[in-house]
């Protein structure tokens, strides 16, 4: 299973740009990159999956360079009700299960 | 449309006893995943179902079980609760067996004293 690695927190304002990195280095040629989002108390909610270069949303945007590497989850505009945990998953779901790690917890602050 | 469903929202037990969680995935989907999520972590995977038959099983001791019925529900079964066991058990389903967009629950929160 390809682990990711992300940071464990980040700040924001109201209004900005935010962009998560993910590192996942030993990533397999059928792995997909998904994120999911979720709020305290909830389940997770899927945001966006990508498999290279980028792919966008309503909601956002993910970023993914030619090695496949890394991926990028960018929130244009985050307002306070982004503020949850932001979850980088990679795998190809067909015979072995996704892993979420401990994510990245956004505060967006007024 | 009715996402997922799961009943109870809140349990409490008492260490040794059983428990049974119940999902109802969203309709015409037909793999539903069990998740456990402790406080501060991230969901761990315990079981996948696909068309009534197990597909995939975390690292859960036997302790836990589950299955799926015909019209697609599933059950998760835990026995002789620990207070290890206290967590959010999370339901997901996605329209095949390939998991990769999965639509959650809203989760059963487990209390074990």
């Known amino acids: 299973l390809a682990k990711t690695t992300q940071p464990i927190s980040m700040d924001s304002y109201e209004g900005q740009e935010v962009n998560i990195t993910c590192s996942h280095n030993?990533?397999?040629?059928?792995?997909?990159i998904t994120w999911y989002q979720q709020f305290p108390s909830q389940g997770p909610r899927f945001i966006i999956q990508g498999y290279k270069t980028k792919v966008t949303n309503e909601v956002a945007s993910l970023f993914i360079p030619a090695d496949r590497k890394s991926s990028t989850l960018s929130l244009p505009r985050v307002s306070l009700s982004d503020t949850a945990v932001y979850y980088c998953?990679?795998?190809?779901?067909?015979?072995?299960?996704?892993?979420f790690g401990k994510g990245t917890r956004l505060s967006v602050i007024a | 449309d009715a996402g997922v469903t799961q009943s109870p929202t809140h349990l409490i037990k008492t260490r040794g006893q059983h428990v049974t969680l119940r999902c109802s995935p969203i309709s015409g989907h037909k793999s539903v995943s069990w998740y456990q999520q402790v406080l501060g972590q991230g969901p761990q995977f315990i079981f996948q179902y696909y068309e009534k038959e197990e597909r995939g099983r975390g690292n859960f001791p036997d302790r836990f079980s589950a299955r799926q019925f015909p019209n697609y529900s599933s059950e998760l079964n835990v026995n002789a609760l620990l207070l290890g066991d206290s967590a959010l058990y999370l339901c997901?389903?996605?329209?095949?067996?390939?998991?990769?967009?999965?639509?959650f629950g809203p989760g059963t929160r487990l209390t074990v004293t």
């Open positions: 997901a389903s996605s329209l095949n067996r390939v998991v990769r967009e999965q639509y």
């Open positions: 030993n990533i397999a040629t059928n792995d997909y």
């Open positions: 998953l990679v795998g190809d779901s067909g015979n072995t299960p996704l892993v």
